[in-house]
């Protein structure tokens, strides 16, 4: 696998990463759904006046539940494939020359055009840095 299909990987695994981590965020939301009621009943003792009370709690439905639970294991198996990929992108990234490196943390962690990336770099020029980003990848 060449560094640019690893770079590639790096950047969509940690997208995938955040992705799933809010899809789980929003199952967590889902199963703990409170409900309330309002009911009718009276007091213990004399006068048996009638009365109204607020009852709340978690609505708990089997089926549903259970679903969420497979989807949630299977986001989770999700995250930690994605986490995997992440790092291994990371250790063949951290073998690339620390210059290498602030280039592809700019331009491929953070999105910045290249001209964003001369400016960061202080005393580069863009065309400067593709060119040096290209050569580094044909050496590899």
Partial sequence: MNI?????????ACELVRETEDDIAE???KQSVVTSDKVKGSMNEHPYTQQSFNIEGL???EKRNERLTKEMDIL?????KANRVRLQALEVIN????RIQRIIR???EKKLTWEEVAD???GSTSGGLKMELKRFFEEK
């Avoid at 640019?4 to 969509?12: E, G, S, T």
């Avoid at 073998?95 to 620390?98: E, G, V």
């Fill in 4 to 12: 640019k299909q690893v770079l590639n990987d790096y950047v969509d």
């Fill in 27 to 29: 199952l967590e939301q």
């Fill in 59 to 61: 609505a708990y439905d």
């Fill in 106 to 108: 700019f331009r491929y």
């Fill in 120 to 122: 960061r770099m202080k």
């Fill in 95 to 98: 073998q690339a020359p620390i």
């Fill in 76 to 80: 989770s198996k999700r995250r930690e």
